[in-house]
T-cell receptor, first 113, second 115 residues
Framework: AQSVTQPDIHITVSEGASLELRCNYSYGATPYLFWYVQSPGQGLQLLLK??????LVQGIKGFEAEFKRSQSSFNLRKPSVHWSDAAEYFC???????????FGTGTRLKVLA | KAGVTQTPRYLIKTRGQQVTLSCSPI?????VSWYQQTPGQGLQFLFEYFSETQRNKGNFPGRFSGRQFSNSRSEMNVSTLELGDSALYLC??????????????FGPGTRLTVL
């Protein structure tokens, strides 16, 4: 069965520090991969997506992610975190033909001033 | 272009009642998906509609149902509410032709509280 794992429930970083959020997936074929961000009381906003091609994907708000097939990973990175990045981040896998996403359990990011 | 809208934003119901939530997708989007978000279970897929047809359904009891209208607007209904149905219900729309490969755009959600 398809699954998505985000091993870190909470991460705390200082403002200006670099960030990496981990995401591992389980799926037999090449998945469609997404990172979303959710601020408190809000819906989900798409940060970036990977469908095919270049394995390093650039997104909004200075985020990027790298697809590594050999490790079944799609980690999200940002070189310098801003206080406004504090939110919950979700990794998701979409599969053609199933018409749904499978979400990870999320990583809550706290940013220290 | 207007985003996905969900109404109402907040609802308080009592056990045993039923509730209907509404979702209006982005203009031109034909797929609407529904998710339940709770602190303990995270984001769980409820169902997906495309051109008024349900294409996939998650592992929820039959008390949860949905439908889609010809203008792509969608409603979901929960009958005989239980305390455990308290959650944020999120609607997402997409162009939908590629199913799970389509980028989904989420609404702000409806916060349902069951007392």
């Amino acid at each position: 069965a398809q699954s998505v794992t985000q091993p870190d429930i909470h991460i705390t970083v200082s403002e200006g520090a670099s960030l990496e959020l981990r995401c591992n997936y389980s799926y037999g074929a090449t998945p469609y991969l997404f990172w979303y961000v959710q601020s408190p009381g809000q819906g989900l906003q798409l940060l970036l997506k990977y469908f095919s091609g270049d394995t390093l994907v650039q997104g909004i708000k200075g985020f990027e992610a790298e697809f590594k097939r050999s490790q079944s990973s799609f980690n999200l990175r940002k070189p310098s975190v801003h206080w406004s990045d504090a939110a919950e981040y979700f990794c998701a896998v979409g599969t053609s033909g199933t018409y749904k996403y499978i979400f990870g359990t999320g990583t809550r990011l706290k940013v220290l001033a | 272009k207007a985003g996905v809208t969900q109404t109402p934003r907040y609802l308080i119901k009592t056990r045993g009642q039923q509730v209907t939530l509404s979702c209006s997708p982005i203009s031109g989007h034909r797929s609407v998906s529904w998710y339940q978000q709770t602190p303990g279970q995270g984001l769980q897929f409820l169902f997906e509609y495309f051109s008024e047809t349900q294409r996939n359904k998650g592992n929820f009891p039959g008390r949860f149902s949905g439908r889609q209208f010809s203008n792509s607007r969608s409603e979901m209904n929960v009958s005989t509410l239980e305390l455990g149905d308290s959650a944020l219900y999120l609607c997402a729309s997409s162009l939908g032709a590629s199913g799970g490969a389509s980028e989904q755009f989420f609404g702000p959600g409806t916060r349902l509280t069951v007392l």
